[in-house]
């Protein structure tokens, strides 16, 4: 199991760095078209503006994400696959994510059999995505299993505060089938919950998983919160990188 831990730590790591030459690169509009529908479907008339927030780094940042000036929409199970692999597999923020977090873990001496130095760091990684994977693999059959909407939605809203408890609380609901009715995110805490028991399989040592699955349940509370305070003012700290080339959200 070690093993396989460190492998998987190579590998988010090599898919990192294969990722990152391509995510300032503007696709081509027929590929822009063939993915879009995908996460937010759109109206003729919104397209451009669209097409103008897919060349930001903001997709591949933070996952799939419904536009403030979209209106809610239901995803047709192909568009909730897409959407999962995107979350899972196909933005960077999901592997810096897991990059910092194994850090944390190597800085703090978690699983001290592991060892330090890049081995350790690898096998710490490994078991940090591979927690990671299991939780929204859950978390979207949930989702799909209740018609919960699997997306983040920007506030549609102004002013720092309001968009902040916004994304705060972003972290503990969801909207049902009907896009409109607010649902307790149960999905998503029994999904890394239940990640958190699995991941205890291939710890080195004996530990609860009870308390493993809680802590997991626990991290997802708080690092849920500062993941969605980072997506809803992502495209305003893009825009203050380069105010000629990202357009500011509306409000």
């Known amino acids: 199991m070690p093993f396989l831990l460190q492998q998987a730590g190579v590998l988010s790591l090599m898919i990192v760095l294969s990722l990152s030459p391509c995510v300032g690169q503007d696709n081509a509009s027929a590929d822009t078209d063939r993915q879009l529908p995908e996460t937010h479907p759109i109206h003729d008339d ?11 780094p903001a997709e591949w940042l933070i ?11 239901p995803l047709t199970l192909r568009q909730r696959r897409a959407a999962y692999v995107r979350q899972t597999f196909g933005n960077v923020g999901a592997y810096m994510g897991r990059m910092f977090s194994a850090g944390i873990d190597q800085a703090r ?29 859950l978390h979207a059959a949930g989702n799909a299993m209740l018609g919960y909407e699997p997306r983040y939605d920007f506030c549609r809203c102004s002013g720092f505060w309001q968009r902040t408890r916004h994304a705060m609380a972003r972290n503990f609901y969801t909207y049902n089938a009907t896009e409109q009715e607010k649902r307790a995110a149960i999905p998503l805490y029994v999904a890394a919950f239940a990640s958190g028991m699995l991941a205890n399989t291939w710890f080195p ?4 998983v009870w308390k493993d699955g809680g802590y997991a349940a626990l991290s997802q509370a708080g690092f849920g919160m500062a993941t ?13 990188i380069d105010k000629h080339r990202y357009p500011r959200p509306r409000n």
């Not at 919104?46 to 897919?54: A, F, G, M, N, P």
């Not at 040592?205 to 609860?208: K, L, N, P």
């Open 228 to 240: 969605n305070w980072l997506r809803e003012f992502s495209l305003d700290i893009l825009q203050t």
């Open 63 to 73: 996952g799939p994400y419904i536009p403030k000036e979209n209106p809610f929409q």
């Open 205 to 208: 040592e004996h530990r609860s």
């Open 109 to 137: 001496g978690n699983h001290s059999e592991w060892g330090g130095g890049w081995e350790g760091y690898g096998l710490r990684l490994g078991s940090r995505y591979g927690q990671f994977v299991i939780k929204n693999t």
């Open 46 to 56: 919104q397209l451009s503006t669209l097409q103008k927030l897919k060349v930001l």
